[in-house]
């Protein structure tokens, strides 16, 4: 899993970033990581497809734990081959 991390750079943006996934020599931008409402750190994958909530998306301490948590909710769904072309079918469309 290949995973970057892309700063967003915006004048209201200030800690937040892109997921980006390179894969056959593409890269998708998955989901995000920063700062919402003022301090409190939160991670996100993107929802393109129907997904559960509660797996996409949630707190973390810091960016470190969210990217860690990121990687481990993105490796869940990730695991399944169909998820995963089905999302990355839904990237491509939207380009």
Same mark, same amino acid.
């Given at each position: ?52 909530? #509660? ?32 999302? #990355? ?7």
């Amino acid at each position: 899993m290949n995973l970057n991390l892309r700063k967003v750079i915006h004048p209201q943006a200030h800690d937040n970033y892109r997921i980006v996934l390179k894969r056959d020599g593409d890269e998708f931008e998955i989901g995000s990581i920063g700062i919402q409402h003022g301090d409190a750190w939160r991670w996100g994958i993107d929802t393109v497809i129907p997904m559960r909530v #509660l797996e996409t998306q949630e707190n973390g301490n810091n960016r470190r734990d969210c990217m860690k948590q990121f990687k481990a909710a993105w490796g869940r769904f990730a695991g399944d081959e169909a998820n995963l072309v089905e999302f #990355l079918n839904a990237k491509r469309k939207r380009r």
